[in-house]
Each structure stands twice: as structure tokens, then as C-alpha cells.
Antibody, heavy 123, light 108 residues
Framework: EVQLVESGGGLVQPGGSLKLSCAASGFIFSDSVINWVRQASGKGLEWVGHIREKGNTYATEYVASVKGRFIVSRDDSKNTVFLQMNSLKTEDTAIYYC??????????????WGQGTLVTVSS | SYVLTQPPSVSVAPGQTARITCGENNIGVKSVHWYQQKPGQAPVLVISDDNDRPSGIPERFSGSNSGNTATLIINRVEGGDEADYYCQVWDSDGDHPVFGGGTKLTVL
């Protein structure tokens, strides 16, 4: 059974840092593109960033609003993806989900998601 | 850059057909995916590549995509279908996915 478990969320002050983890099991993690998607309270889904697999040089991409502040990394030996969030802003407050990407006719879609972890940025 | 436009809300009576649209210029050339999200839960894929149903998704769910509009179709709507629905495509220029704003389906 595919399972994704996020952790590391919490309350942080503006300008602070937080590191989220996404522990995976039940599929070939090292061959997978893993994404972070967030959702502010009462709002829609927003893609945050992804990290590709080793065969694609672990390439990363980010939404413009987090570029230069967030870093996605992975440890294939531990089947875990991380989201390092720096210089946090109040508008980063959201539930953060990790999701597995599956190749589509173009790009990819998400066939499995974690339960999410809440990040609150507030003074 | 893609901006996917969804109606904020759709209401339908039980047993009727719900149609949720996702609009963008020439979206018909893209592959569109749909997710269902119930309150307090993570999203669930219900349709991929315009009209492919993952295992476990009822046959009542289907999709279409042509011209400037993609549509998620839910036949014989049930109370359990009440949820937020999101469309998603791939932005090939930016190399990342894009989500629509979401549609809240209310079963009357």
C-alpha cells in the first residue's frame, strides 16, 4: 500500500525557518517525482515545488512565490523528501501536502497524497 | 502561464448529473486531471488524462475536454459526492502543474 506521511509542521514567527519531511513507503521511491502542494484555510490547491528522480539529476522547480526561500531535497536511502522553508511569511500559512507524480500524456498528475501537515506563520 | 477557471459552486439534486467546468484558452490540447477533496481530507484523483478513471473510482465519474473547456461529469449524483473538485493541467513552459481554483459541489 502506498503511504506518504508528512511531519514537521508547527507555529513559526515571520522570518523564521521550518523543515518539513515526507516519509514514503509502498512504491519505488527512488524512481518517483515528489511534489509539495499547499492549501491555505478555505482556499484552493497551490503547487509549491517538486524534485525529480536521480535519472533526471534530482532537478527541482518552485512556484515563483517561494523561489529563493524554499528548498526541496530528498534522501532516497530513507525514502524521504524534505521541504526547507526559510524567510517565512504570513502568507505561507497553509496545510502542506506531499504527493507522488505519475507520468501523464503531458507532464504528470498526482495519484497519491499524504494527510498534510499544518504550517502557521504568525507572531 | 495557465489560469484555469472553475465556477466557485455547482448545485445538483441527488440522482441528477453534475457538470463541473474548467476553462482556459485551447485547453482541449492539454491533458486535464481532476481531484476530489472532502473537508479535512487530502485530495483524491478521480479522473486523469481527460477521461481515465483510476481503480476504485465509480463509473459515474467521467470527463471530457474540447476547445476551451474541460468538464468533469458526475452521473446519478449521491450525497457522498459533495466535495470540492479541482482541475489540473501541465504548464510545459514552466515545467510544473497548475490547478484550477476549485468548485464546491453541493448536493441539494
Amino acid at each position: 500500500e502506498v503511504q506518504l506521511v508528512e511531519s514537521g509542521g508547527g507555529l513559526v514567527q515571520p522570518g523564521g525557518s521550518l523543515k518539513l519531511s515526507c516519509a514514503a513507503s509502498g512504491f519505488i521511491f527512488s524512481d518517483s517525482v515528489i511534489n509539495w502542494v499547499r492549501q491555505a484555510s478555505g482556499k484552493g490547491l497551490e503547487w509549491v515545488g517538486h524534485i525529480r528522480e536521480k535519472g533526471n539529476t534530482y532537478a527541482t522547480e518552485y512556484v515563483a512565490s517561494v523561489k529563493g526561500r524554499f528548498i526541496v531535497s530528498r534522501d532516497d536511502s530513507k525514502n524521504t523528501v524534505f521541504l526547507q522553508m526559510n524567510s517565512l511569511k504570513t502568507e505561507d500559512t497553509a496545510i502542506y501536502y506531499c504527493g507522488i507524480a505519475v507520468a501523464a500524456m503531458e507532464g504528470y498528475f498526482f495519484n497519491s497524497w499524504g494527510q498534510g501537515t499544518l504550517v502557521t506563520v504568525s507572531s | 502561464s495557465y489560469v484555469l477557471t472553475q465556477p466557485p459552486s455547482v448545485s445538483v439534486a441527488p440522482g441528477q448529473t453534475a457538470r463541473i467546468t474548467c476553462g482556459e484558452n485551447n485547453i482541449g490540447v492539454k491533458s486535464v486531471h481532476w481531484y476530489q477533496q472532502k473537508p479535512g481530507q487530502a485530495p483524491v484523483l478521480v479522473i486523469s488524462d481527460d477521461n481515465d478513471r483510476p481503480s476504485g473510482i465509480p463509473e459515474r465519474f467521467s470527463g471530457s475536454n474540447s476547445g476551451n473547456t474541460a468538464t468533469l461529469i458526475i452521473n446519478r449524483v449521491e450525497g457522498g459526492d459533495e466535495a470540492d473538485y479541482y482541475c489540473q493541467v501541465w504548464d510545459s513552459d514552466g515545467d510544473h502543474p497548475v490547478f484550477g481554483g476549485g468548485t464546491k459541489l453541493t448536493v441539494l
